[in-house]
Structures are given as structure tokens and as C-alpha cells.
């Protein structure tokens, strides 16, 4: 691709109401759930937020996020130290915005592209989301979250303890 052709398709793609999202959005209503979508109240803006389970819902990309094993991710040939640093950004951002979502009471899910866009699996997964946001209608309600400026992986301690965490490997 030209860099014109590239910067034409890397700019059409978007940050909200994915198909992805839109599908589960779908699943969702039509079994009588209902939620906000997008709540830039909490960390990280979850793609579905459901208060009266407590459950935040993010709908990730499998490029985006860095999904290893899966057909979706693969860095690019050019320009690689700029996608692996931004990758790695990315994943850092999602711990960080699970960590203060569950910090708050929040139960957190992550669903992945590659597991709603196949009809085989999709069922699968919709299935088991539904189930663990049942499950979660009778634990305690989360806190509110008062937004404070965004916090940069940087911003924590040099001894805050990331347990278990793997070394990223490209």
C-alpha cells in the first residue's frame, strides 16, 4: 500500500459502535438486558456498562490489543517499533483501567473481536456473557468513581507489584 492508501484505511476505522459491539449490543437487548454504552464516567470507557449488575463490558479489537494467538493480530511489516510501542500502550491502559474498575466494585469483562465474529463461537460467548452478568445481579452495587485526570501507567510506584504479569514478546 502507498502511505496515502494506508493512512486512507487506517483512518476509517472506529473507536465506537463496531460491528462487534453492535452484535453483543444486540444479544444483550434482546434477552431484556439493559445498558449505557460508552460511560465516559468510568475509567477506560467501557463499551457496555450494566449498574445494576456492576458489570463494565469492553469489546476489544484483536490488532488493537494485542490478542497473541490469534489470526487477527499480527504486527505490521513496516513501521514495527511504532506498532509494538503502541500495542504495548494499549494493553498497559487496559490493565490500568481494570485494575481501578475492579478497585471500585466493578466486575469487569473482555470480550474479543475474533470470539463474536465467528457465528460458532459467538454463540458460545454471548451465552457465557449472559451467565456471568446473571450471576452478578446480587453482590454488592460498585462505588462511584469520581474522575480524576487520566493516570499513565508511568504515574504508579516503581515497586507497585504487577503479580504474574508475562514479559510482552513481539
Known amino acids: 500500500m502507498t502511505p496515502e492508501q494506508r493512512h486512507r484505511c487506517m483512518s476509517a476505522i472506529k473507536g ?3 460491528k462487534p459491539e453492535i452484535m453483543v449490543r444486540k444479544y444483550l437487548f ?3 438486558l439493559r445498558y449505557r454504552v460508552n460511560d465516559k464516567k468510568l475509567p477506560g470507557s467501557p463499551d457496555i456498562v450494566m449498574k445494576k449488575y456492576g458489570v463494565a463490558i469492553f ?9 497473541k494467538g490469534c489470526r ?7 513501521n514495527t517499533d511504532f506498532w509494538k510501542a503502541k500495542i ?15 478497585l471500585a466494585g466493578w466486575k469487569v469483562i473482555r470480550i474479543w473481536e475474533c470470539e463474536v465474529n465467528t457465528k ?10 449472559y451467565e456471568q452478568i446473571i450471576s452478578q ?3 454488592s452495587k460498585p462505588k462511584k468513581i469520581k474522575r480524576e485526570k487520566s493516570r499513565s501507567y508511568d504515574d504508579y510506584p516503581d515497586d507497585f507489584n504487577i503479580a504474574a ?3 510482552l514478546e513481539y
Open 120 to 129: 460458532s463461537k459467538r454463540e458460545v460467548t454471548l451465552q457465557k456473557l
Open 72 to 78: 487477527y493480530y499480527h504486527l505490521p511489516s513496516t
Open 59 to 67: 469489546i476489544d479489537g484483536c490488532f488493537w490489543h494485542g490478542h
Open 16 to 18: 465506537k459502535d463496531t
Open 30 to 32: 434482546s434477552r431484556g
Open 88 to 102: 504495548s500502550r494499549n494493553i498497559a491502559r487496559d490493565y490500568v483501567n481494570n485494575v481501578d474498575l475492579e
Open 165 to 167: 504479569e508475562p514479559e
Open 137 to 139: 445481579e446480587h453482590t
